[in-house]
T-cell receptor, first 112, second 109 residues
């Protein structure tokens, strides 16, 4: 049973560019959440998707957007990249109504 | 915003010793979860304790929760070098996890 997968593993972009990160949830899970983890910090909640809709959103600007597909996989898009967007981006999946969120290995984004 | 405060920020012990990490939070929660992270990789779920539970065990892990003090502790008994990692508490507030800044545990062989 495959766990949560994310792609790519690493990514280097320059300021002003746009990036798309991808996540496939654990089998049987229908809810996907995205988190940003800056170096030396705990993860911060970006948003959560369920039934292809954004269900909750954290304190992130509109430059951060997402999408969930009918197969429950999800994308995180970040526009107009800033140096401060450099971080590890983590995807977590869960069952609707379930408690535990299972995390993928993350995508390390570096903005130069 | 970070809800949790973890204490200590760093902990260094010898193999075989016990490690205790503490977490405090601010708002009402559905549950509290502990995760481990090795070298900036993905988070591994360790244990979940619900708001109506006081103590939970899983292998060498023991978690307590005191909702009146809004605090939790994670005890790792008989630590091993492989336990070296960062440990995070996360409170579930309406389905979103709010993490503390973590405790960096180093277990020396």
């Amino acid at each position: 049973d495959a766990g949560v997968t994310q792609s790519p593993t690493h990514l280097i972009k320059t300021r002003g560019q746009q990036v798309t990160l991808r996540c496939s949830p654990k089998s049987g899970h229908d809810t996907v959440s995205w988190y940003q983890q800056a170096l030396g910090q705990g993860p911060q909640f970006i948003f959560q998707y369920y039934e292809e809709e954004e269900r909750q959103r954290g304190n992130f600007p509109d430059r951060f957007s997402g999408h969930q597909f009918p197969n429950y996989s999800s994308e995180l898009n970040v526009n107009a990249l800033l140096l401060g967007d450099s971080a590890l981006y983590l995807c977590a999946s869960s069952r609707s109504g379930g408690d535990t969120q299972y995390f993928g290995p993350g995508t390390r984004l570096t903005v130069l | 915003s970070q809800q949790g405060e973890e204490d200590p920020q760093a902990l260094s012990i010898q193999e075989g010793e016990n490690a205790t990490m503490n977490c405090s939070y601010k708002t009402s929660i559905n549950n509290l979860q502990w995760y481990r992270q090795n070298s900036g990789r993905g988070l591994v779920h360790l244990i979940l304790i619900r708001s109506n539970e006081r103590e939970k065990h899983s292998g060498r892990l023991r978690v307590t929760l005191d909702t009146s003090k809004k605090s939790s502790s994670l005890l790792i008994t008989a630590s091993r070098a492989a336990d070296t990692a960062s440990y995070f508490c996360a409170t579930d507030v309406g389905g979103k996890l709010i993490f503390g800044q973590g405790t960096e545990l180093s277990v020396k062989p």
